[in-house]
């Protein structure tokens, strides 16, 4: 079973930026598509970013398109979520995902997750 390990993240203040990563021991990282979701108290996860196992297909939650760039290198079995002008709203636990079977924007679709880190936004 892959393990997924997150790291990064922590108090920002809006406009700053942040970069999350997600990173296995498991070299069967690159069969796997890659999700970045959120959940913020009291509401659903939602989806954030995605990318395909090759890296070469990315998609965007309208709300981070322009600002939150995704990347994965799997030479080292890792991926990046870089979020560019935080936006209070955008304080949420983060999480990465894996699922083998193309890039999802539903989180049921994705059968291994990271413990997920939080990433508060504020003055």
């Known amino acids: 079973q892959m393990r997924l390990d997150q790291s990064g993240g922590g108090l920002a203040q809006p406009g700053e930026s942040r970069t999350l990563s997600c990173a296995t021991a498991n070299p069967s990282f690159i069969s796997y598509d890659l999700g970045w979701f959120r959940q913020s108290p009291g509401k659903e996860r939602e989806f954030v970013a995605a990318?395909?196992?090759?890296?070469?297909?990315?998609s965007y939650a309208d709300s981070v398109k322009g600002r939150f760039t995704v990347s994965r290198d799997n030479t080292k079995n890792t991926a990046d979520l870089r979020m560019h002008g935080m936006k209070p709203e955008a304080t949420a636990v983060y999480f990465c995902a894996v699922r083998p079977f193309g890039i999802s924007l539903y989180s049921g679709d994705y059968t291994i997750w990271g413990r997920g880190t939080q990433v508060p936004v504020s003055s």
């Open positions: 990318i395909s196992r090759s890296g070469g297909d990315k």
